[in-house]
């Protein structure tokens, strides 16, 4: 599976001081395949023509410690932990950003070599303030590890006494305590580069360098989308989520609370990997009972609220292609849609605009909501295109809405006592259950997030092996849901969950007679930006769910349905930059818009580290999962159906629907006051 | 307060400006490039790369846009002869550049200029625009078809490390003045990813002088290894401080004779990232092979405090570095903490061992030439000067 995020020749944001930029040099040699070879502690490899050392001592499986390195992110060579001897060169050279371009001798661990590592770990701890048993981090650390491997074993040059910086609360999703930093900058990296936003970056010189917001402002105040890359690609504890296991145990341990937990499909795939098991063991059932052992009164599947998005956000395309294709002219987007993007900079006309009015459908192409990532870049970052988004609330939000409403009657529980619990791998979750706007019930949809490492510490805090646990089902009445809902754990599964249900929705054909096992191909994978057309040649009658808001399909009939896949905001932005210069994806009809790398598996709730092979490995758990499920389709998801029968009876996307399920979206800009 | 003077006359002054660029353009380039490789000039800035190498380097580099750029962020503690040499003998700089960009076939050069030397702008604005006039900038210069070149002034901002190549690079380009990782160098990746030659101000200087004199003349001078003449910026305890025309190759003590400074007990040079040299030593040359100076000489007289001297290169170093990399960052304030400690008799000798153990991972393992030249002076110190700086007590 390739894992290339971004496409070939986009150019990095970063500044050259931070990353190594010979490869692009020698891209051209690299396509001719010129080969080099090299002798790396008296062992001869032969490595393509402007490889790093790194890369040629990991082939030869010698391990050369690195801490401002990281698969994801372009290179930097600013710690020096990685250090090695070329012959030759007057000074050590950082292997990480040495490019092979001659057959040069390397060696790895002479006397100076190893003084200097040793030297840079312990000026690193000098300057670390913080005991690692109060850590977040303790036991995952790759400073603890290092100093544990270069056997540190006292403060050679002192340590600090007192911390430097006020730690930065301010954010619902994100911790950051600039106190434990090393100033490896894969957050920088990680925030202007992978997901070109661009919310951190180095300030001052010498030992006052710091990493900060923009004006040093907190980082509620700035442009920050909250995905948790830069937690997920930290060496250190100085970036964390918000931890609300407190809060939690508080809850459970309160007679008066009913505690429900809703689990989403990615952090099943990654939490074994937090109790030593290898990437891609699910975790599911297993998970099940010892969320019981902890004490939640309920557990639940978030997948069916999944399933609930796709039926709500995949009627809502068919009204938006309905208004676009049925009896509109001018095609996509409508005049005045069209005349607003011009003027970008007017938030205040989008502000009225953007307010979703339920009776008219909004303009093509629509894109998904699920991501509170992706939704807090575009409101950030592409303000005049709000009306795009999904109304549906994030499947998160739709269950809270429903527990707190349908599950309440149905079990007679007041409200008020109902605490829900989201299980995520998401940081962004935290900011999003805290919108003012997701109170539809008059409660708050989701009183806490917890991402897949909180449950894992809550998880061990009562003694329970995650692993050697036996497997039980989820509560009704929401049951086991659909294999559509669990491949939203990855990205291209929104999308291809929706195609499922909508294909057949309208052509009444079985999707396995388009697509073998039901599996929509283009849209998997891990290319940055995927895009997929389906003709849709025959049309069949309106199912009875639907069947208020559409009286035939005819309007469809022969229309190609073109689609696209994002992960990552850079890819994001780069699907925008096409939206706005009217390319090819502005002829689209649905996006799926993922904030992070790899979708929710790569979330910044999940464990830590992260890498493409990790994702790959939860991926394939993900898809195992969906294989296994006998219902495939959201659709056909019977307790769906049934709260449809007894609560949302008016249909997908009718008023009740509307005042539990959807919301609507707040034009931030990208200014910071 | 330095005196700013220049003592005797400079070969500089006797260089008729147009002369070296008239007789360079009636021959191909690589004749220009074949002088400059015969003087064997090597870069004034202090690291003494081959100027002639660097520049075929550039030639080689595929790229169309391919940039000169003068280095004219003069920083090193006690170097003042840049700002010499552009307050009087501008024309000579951008010839040098004019004849570079012949040489590499590049359009355009940027000057670099220090952000304290913004003063001076106005007056290198008025020479361009004469040299425009004059037809030795702009399109078709000298009337030679296809040879088109124009010099910008940018300006600094007071950060020394952007007098590192690839962090001037950086800053020209916007970003935060870091030093790049190398290689690549800027030959091949430089300004806005095009091959690039960076040079000194008084480099682009001498090449006029040499294409105008002959190399035999230039290389006639000074050592096998370090030719020709060099400017110096003195200062410290001596009597005429000042810029002064050596040639390369002069001993410590030839050039104290010559600035008023016998009887120093130590004298500093290459600046704060250069050498501490001590009496015992006076006889070695200044030159790439023994003592290299991109022309800073600070004298110190006999009652000079060397630890206190130390401290100061220190604490310039701690609050320059650019912070990126861990061994220049944190590894400068550690050396200043052992000063300190000296300072009040409360160091251990283990402990300035550690420290001088440190000193060397830090020349070895710093990204760049400054963190890698930090404890240069401070280890210096500490192996010329112990008597002196042992056994303090405390105040």
């Known amino acids: 599976m390739s894992d290339k995020l971004l496409p070939h020749g986009h150019p990095t944001r970063a500044p050259a001081s931070q990353r190594g930029r010979t490869a692009e040099v020698l891209e051209h040699a690299k396509a001719l395949g010129k080969q080099i070879e090299v002798m790396i502690d008296g062992r001869a490899i032969t490595v393509p023509l402007g490889a790093t050392i790194l890369e040629a001592a990991q082939q030869l499986g010698i391990r050369i ?14 710690c020096r932990i990685c250090v090695v001897e070329v012959e030759g060169q007057r000074t050590l050279q950082a292997s990480c950003s040495y490019p092979i371009t001659a057959p040069i001798h390397v060696k790895t661990h002479t006397p100076a070599v190893r003084k200097a590592r040793r030297h840079i770990l312990d000026l690193m701890l000098a300057s670390h303030y913080g005991e690692c048993y109060t850590c977040a981090r303790n036991g995952n650390c790759e400073l603890q590890s290092l100093a544990e491997e270069y056997g540190v074993d006292y403060f050679r040059f002192g340590r600090m006494e007192k911390p430097r910086y006020e730690i930065d609360l301010s954010s619902h999703a994100l911790v950051r305590d600039m106190n434990k930093c090393i100033l490896c900058r894969r957050c920088v990296r990680t925030c202007i580069d992978l997901q070109e936003v661009g919310v951190l970056e180095a300030i001052d010189r010498g030992n006052r360098i710091k990493i900060t917001t923009f004006g040093d402002k907190p980082l509620s105040d700035v442009v920050c989308i909250n995905c948790g890359q830069c937690i997920n690609r930290c060496p250190t504890g100085a970036l964390r989520a918000n931890d609300n296991t407190d809060e939690v145990w508080q809850a459970i341990d309160d007679p008066t609370k009913h505690v429900v937990i809703q689990t989403a499909p990615s952090p099943r795939a990654g939490i074994g990997e937090c109790f030593g098991l290898p990437p891609g063991q ?91 990532g992706w939704v807090k870049f575009a409101e950030h970052f592409y303000p005049e295109y709000l009306d795009h988004i999904s109304s549906c ?110 294909l057949e929705l309208v052509t009444g054909k079985k999707i396995e007679s388009l697509f073998d096992y039901a599996e929509v191909k283009p849209v998997r994978g891990f290319e940055g930006i995927r895009y997929a057309e389906l003709p849709i040649t025959e049309v069949g009658p309106v199912p009875a769910i639907i069947s208020h808001l559409f009286k035939d399909w005819n309007w469809l009939k022969g229309v190609t349905l073109k689609v696209a896949v994002a992960h990552g905001t850079a890819n994001a932005k780069l699907v925008m930059e096409d939206i706005k210069a009217g390319g090819k994806l502005s002829e689209c009809h649905f996006i799926e818009f993922m904030a992070c790398p790899g979708g929710c598996l790569g979330g910044g709730g999940q464990p830590i580290p992260t890498s493409p092979e990790i994702r790959a490995a939860r991926a394939k758990a993900i898809y195992d999962e969906d294989r296994s499920y006998t219902i495939r389709k959201s659709h056909e998801n019977p307790a769906l159906l049934q709260v449809y029968a007894d609560f949302l009876t008016d249909g997908p996307c009718g008023h009740r629907s509307h005042e539990l399920l959807h919301t609507h979206y707040t034009p931030r800009g990208k200014y910071i006051a | 307060m330095i005196v700013e003077t220049t003592h005797g006359s400079l070969t500089f002054c006797s260089i008729e400006p147009g002369s070296g660029l008239d007789s360079t353009l009636e021959r191909p380039p690589a004749n220009a490039l074949g002088r400059i490789e015969a003087s064997g000039l090597r870069g004034r800035g202090g690291a003494g790369f081959p100027t002639s190498l660097k520049w075929d380097l550039a030639i080689k580099s595929p790229g169309e846009n391919k940039y000169v750029i003068c280095n004219a962020d003069e920083g090193e503690p006690g170097t003042f002869k840049d700002r010499v040499i552009l307050s009087d003998f501008a024309d000579l700089v951008f010839e040098g550049m004019t004849i570079g960009a012949f040489v590499i076939g590049a359009k355009r050069g940027i000057v670099y200029l220090r952000g304290e030397y913004a003063y001076l702008r106005s007056h290198l604005e008025t020479v361009l625009r004469r040299r425009r006039a004059q037809n030795l900038l702009g399109k078709k210069i000298r009337g030679r078809d296809g040879f088109d070149f124009d010099i910008e002034i940018r300006m600094g901002a007071g950060a020394y490390v952007c007098g590192e190549e690839t962090a001037l690079i950086e800053s020209l380009e916007g970003q935060r003045g870091e030093p790049r990782n190398r290689p690549p160098f800027p030959i091949d990746t430089g300004y806005l990813g095009n091959p690039t030659i960076v040079n000194n101000v008084e480099t682009f200087a001498w090449v006029v002088c040499i294409l105008a004199k002959g190399a035999k003349w230039f290389n006639s001078i000074g050592t096998k290894k370090s030719t020709g003449l060099k400017l110096f910026s003195v200062s410290g305890d001596c009597s005429q401080p000042g810029v002064y025309e050596f040639p390369m190759g002069i001993t410590v003590a030839e050039l104290l004779k010559e600035v008023g400074g016998e009887g120093a007990k130590a004298v500093q040079v290459g600046g704060a990232a250069g050498q501490c040299v001590p009496a015992a030593q006076f006889e070695r040359t200044i030159a790439y092979e023994d003592v290299p100076t991109g022309g800073s000489v600070i004298v110190f007289g006999p009652d000079r405090d060397m630890l206190r001297v130390a401290e100061n290169f220190l604490e310039f170093f701690a609050d320059e570095s650019c912070g990126q990399c861990t061994p220049c960052r944190e590894g400068t304030p550690k050396l200043i903490e052992g000063v300190k400690m000296l300072q009040q008799g409360r160091c251990s000798m283990h402990y300035i061992h550690e420290l001088c153990s440190l000193g060397e991972t830090m020349q070895l393992a710093s990204k760049c030439g400054l963190g890698q030249m930090a404890p240069n002076a401070f280890l210096s110190i500490v192996e010329h000067f112990q008597d002196e700086i042992l056994g303090r007590i405390g105040k």
Do not use: W
């Open chain 1, 65 to 78: 410690p690195t801490l401002c390195y990281h698969e994801d992110l372009c290179l930097a060579g600013v």
């Open chain 1, 282 to 372: 699910p975790m599911t059932f297993r998970m099940n009972t010892a969320l019981r052992y902890c004490g939640f009164d309920k557990v639940f599947d978030t997948n069916f609220a999944a399933d609930l998005t796709i039926l709500e956000e995949g009627t809502e395309l068919l009204l938006r292609l309905k208004a676009a294709l049925a009896n509109d002219e001018c095609g996509m987007m409508n005049d005045e849609s069209k005349s607003r993007h011009s003027e970008q900079s007017q938030l205040q006309n989008i502000h009225k605009s953007s307010f979703i009015n339920h009776h008219s459908p909004g303009p093509l192409p629509q894109f998904t909501s699920c991501s509170p």
């Open chain 1, 393 to 502: 609330k994030s499947p998160q939000q739709m269950f809270g809405a429903l527990l707190k409403t349908y599950y309440a009657e149905k079990t007679g529980v007041d409200p008020k006592d109902i605490v829900t619990v989201a299980l995520m791998p998401c940081s962004a979750k935290k900011f999003e259950c805290n919108r003012p706007e997701m109170c539809a019930s008059g409660f708050k949809d989701i009183d806490y997030g917890l991402t897949t490492r909180e449950l894992a510490k809550m998880i061990r805090e009562v003694g329970v092996d995650l692993p050697n646990m036996n497997k039980t089902d989820f509560d009704e009445p929401f049951g086991t849901a659909t294999g559509s809902g669990v491949i939203f754990g990855t990205t291209g599964g929104v999308m291809e969950s929706a195609i499922r249900t909508v």
